[in-house]
């Protein structure tokens, strides 16, 4: 499913103009995006938690060379699913 799948399916489901659901779908993922730049949680109860890992630096390996790099310190989202989620996609 891609992001115009899923504004249809919004539409479908709520009555709301396909416009309206994109702009409602755009607000959500600009919530979401926002909060994890000002390092906060979204939890969404029984769907899942986004939230903003650090990775450490580290070395790597240049796959092409084999030469020996840094990895930049950097963060990163992630996503853990809810109960529900989980329970849903098991069965």
Do not use: W
Request: glycine share 8%; with cysteine; proline share 2%.
């Amino acid at each position: 499913m891609n992001k115009t799948d899923l504004v249809n399916y919004i539409a479908e489901d709520t009555g709301l103009t396909k416009v309206d659901a994109t702009k409602a779908l755009t607000a959500f993922l600009t919530a979401v995006k926002e909060a994890l730049e000002k390092g906060e949680d979204v939890t969404l109860i029984g769907f899942g938690t986004f939230t903003v890992s650090e990775r450490k630096q580290r070395e790597g390996r240049n796959p092409r060379t084999g030469k020996k790099i840094k990895i930049k310190a950097c963060k990163v989202p992630k996503f853990r699913a809810g109960k529900s989620l989980k329970e849903a996609v098991a069965a």
